[in-house]
């Protein structure tokens, strides 16, 4: 399961050690201070991968920390500092902080983020003596590490989308392109989540069916519509045995538009799938009925291997 949202993940860098309390043995009384500083806790970094899988990794935990730093030792020795740790996000991830909403995105592989800085150590009672106070008995206790509660949501970075209504061929087309391996049946929502698959080096991604009312949540809804804003291409698949192709292709472009009107303005190609399902006189009269949208239209069948050279041709061309 591709987990591409989570909330309220808590991110928090080490804190820094204890300063220590500590005097030079001394036969008759307490030699000077010696206690040494705490030592610095540990950071946060991020950095970006191709794997979009990896937020998979908060499925079961919200907290994610660093290492502390470690108590000042006796003859004035810092303690050790806590280890730095580095967090993998997925490419396309945006990061928004919960409570200023300041938002980062990672859009390049080699993105590497100081998330958190992790906190001073105290100072321990040698480093504290002045001329007013040469044998002080106390010692800092160290600052904490900056704490940030974020919000991650992957958007998918692709070259091409295969978007549509659901049950319209959409991951067969996938499967057939890419040979990937999606799960594909004749019943709707087959598909519960993005897939990839690459085609001549370029991301092809499989996007759930979308549904009337989609951009309000409805069905699959919001939580997918978010992956079509980072496509290059968006490859618009609608059944040949549609009774109404028009306003198939309307359904899903209001939707679009409901979510966020940028998204209309983004390259199109109309795919008219499972042409092998109905006539070729059927399919020319849906072709024309597609028409007024001023977009290419190709009608195309996994069973029909011209026709997927034909989309290879123009996925080149546009890509």
């Known amino acids: 399961m591709l987990i591409d949202e989570v909330e309220n993940i808590i991110f928090r860098a080490g804190h820094g050690g204890p300063?220590?309390?500590?005097?030079?043995?001394s036969r008759n009384q307490k030699g000077g201070p010696d206690g040494g500083n705490g030592g610095r806790g540990g950071d946060i970094n991020i950095k970006v991968t191709s794997d979009l899988t990896v937020l998979n990794q908060f499925?079961?935990?919200?907290?994610?920390?660093?290492?502390?730093?470690?108590?000042?030792?006796?003859?004035?020795?810092t303690g050790k500092d806590g280890k730095n740790l580095e967090i993998t996000l997925p490419i396309g991830t945006l990061m928004i902080?919960?409570?200023?909403?300041?938002?980062?995105?990672?859009?390049?592989m080699e993105q590497r983020i100081l998330l958190c800085k992790g906190g001073l150590g105290g100072r321990g009672n040698a480093q504290l003596a002045n001329s007013r106070n040469t044998?002080?008995?106390?010692?800092?206790?160290g600052l904490p590490g900056e704490e940030k509660h974020l919000k991650l949501i992957l958007r998918l970075i692709a070259d091409f989308g295969l978007i549509g209504l659901p049950n319209a061929g959409k991951s067969s087309l996938l499967n057939e392109l890419t040979a990937a391996n999606v799960k594909v049946a004749s019943y709707p929502f087959t598909t519960l989540e993005p897939n990839l698959?690459?085609?001549?080096?370029?991301?092809?991604?499989?996007?759930?069916?979308?549904?009337?009312?989609?951009?309000t949540g409805k069905g699959l809804g919001i939580k997918f519509l978010k992956h079509i804003e980072k496509v290059g291409l968006l490859l618009?698949?609608?059944?040949?045995?549609?009774?109404?192709?028009?306003?198939d292709y309307q359904v899903v472009r209001e939707e679009m538009k409901k979510f966020n009107p940028e998204l209309l303005k983004k390259k199109e190609l109309i795919l008219l799938t499972k042409s092998d399902l109905v006539d070729k006189e059927e399919v020319k009269k849906k072709t024309s009925q597609l028409k007024k949208f001023k977009r290419k239209i190709l009608p195309i069948s996994i069973h029909d291997w011209d026709s997927l050279e034909k989309l290879k041709i123009l996925l080149n061309a546009t890509a």
């Open 135 to 141: 044998t002080p008995r106390y010692a800092q206790t």
């Open 97 to 108: 902080d919960q409570y200023s909403g300041d938002q980062i995105e990672l859009n390049n």
């Open 59 to 77: 499925s079961k935990t919200q907290k994610i920390a660093a290492e502390n730093g470690q108590f000042g030792d006796r003859n004035k020795k």
């Open 197 to 215: 698959g690459v085609i001549d080096g370029k991301i092809m991604a499989d996007i759930p069916g979308l549904i009337e009312g989609a951009s």
């Open 19 to 25: 300063g220590r309390v500590s005097f030079v043995p």
């Open 236 to 247: 618009h698949c609608i059944t040949s045995e549609s009774d109404d192709v028009a306003r």
